[in-house]
C-alpha cells in the first residue's frame, strides 16, 4: 500500500529555533507539494516540486522558510528561525498526473 | 486566480439520511475538482474527483455533479453512516495537469446515530 509518509509527526519547539520536516512522496510520483493547515487560513499551498526542480515557492515566508528535495525519495522543509505564527499542520502531498495524495503531516507547536 | 468557496461550514445529519455539501469555483479554466475527507489527526484522503469532461461520478454511496456553465460541483453521500463523519474539502486545480490544488475551506459533517 503506496503512501506518502513524514517525519516527524508531532514537533514542539521554542521560538527561535530550526525546525526541519521531512517527506517520502510515493515512489515514482514526480511532483511533490508542501502545503499548510491553519484553522484560520485553512489549507495553503507552499510550494511545490516537478521532478526535483522547484516550480513555485510564493507561499513561503522567503526569508524564514526553505524547501529542498535531496533526491528523488526526500523533500524537506525548513524553517529558520521559527516563531509562533508558524504553529500549523504541514502536509507533504504527491502526485503523477491529476491525483495528489497527502501524508499525514507535522503539527508543528512554535512556543 | 482561482478562489474556490464551499458551503455548509458544519452539516448534522441522522444516520441514513443524505447529505450534500456544494462549492463554487471562478476561474472558468479549471478543469479538475477532487473533494478529500479528513478525519481527526490524519492528513486529507482522496475520495472521489471529477473533470470537466463529465457531468456526475458515482463511487458507491458517493457522487459529485459538476456544473462548468455556473461554475459548481457538489458531493453527495447517500445513506450516510457515523465512520462519515468528518471533515470535507472541495478542490479546484485551474492549471492542468498536476498543478497545485485551491481548496474550499471545508465542512465538518456529523453522522448522528
Known amino acids: 500500500d503506496a503512501r506518502v509518509t513524514q517525519t516527524p509527526r508531532h514537533k514542539v519547539t521554542e521560538m527561535g529555533q530550526e525546525v526541519t520536516m521531512r517527506c517520502q512522496p510515493i515512489?515514482?510520483?514526480?511532483?511533490v507539494f508542501w502545503y499548510r493547515q491553519t484553522m484560520m487560513q485553512g489549507l495553503e499551498l507552499l510550494a511545490y516540486?516537478?521532478?526535483?526542480?522547484?516550480?513555485?515557492d510564493s507561499g513561503m515566508p522567503k526569508d524564514r522558510f526553505s524547501a529542498e528535495m535531496p533526491d528523488a525519495t526526500l523533500a524537506t522543509l525548513k524553517i529558520q528561525p521559527s516563531e509562533p505564527r508558524d504553529s500549523a499542520v504541514y502536509f507533504c502531498?504527491?502526485?503523477?498526473?491529476?491525483?495528489?495524495?497527502f501524508g499525514p503531516g507535522t503539527r508543528l507547536t512554535v512556543l | 486566480g482561482e478562489n474556490v468557496e464551499q458551503h455548509p461550514s458544519t452539516l448534522s445529519v441522522q444516520e441514513g439520511d443524505s447529505a450534500v455539501i456544494k462549492c463554487t469555483y471562478s476561474d472558468s479554466a479549471s478543469n479538475y475538482f477532487p473533494w478529500y475527507k479528513q478525519e481527526l489527526g490524519k492528513g486529507p484522503q482522496l475520495i472521489i474527483d471529477?473533470?470537466?469532461?463529465?457531468g456526475e461520478k458515482k463511487d458507491q454511496r458517493i457522487a459529485v455533479t459538476l456544473n462548468k456553465t455556473a461554475k459548481h460541483f457538489s458531493l453527495h453521500i447517500t445513506e450516510t453512516q457515523p465512520e462519515d463523519s468528518a471533515v470535507y474539502f472541495c478542490a479546484a486545480n485551474s492549471l492542468g495537469g498536476n498543478t497545485p490544488l485551491v481548496f474550499g475551506k471545508g465542512t465538518r459533517l456529523s453522522v448522528i446515530a
Open positions: 515512489l515514482g510520483h514526480n511532483t
Open positions: 471529477i473533470r470537466s469532461n463529465v
Open positions: 516540486f516537478r521532478n526535483r526542480a522547484p516550480l513555485d
Open positions: 502531498a504527491s502526485g503523477l498526473v491529476n491525483e495528489q495524495f
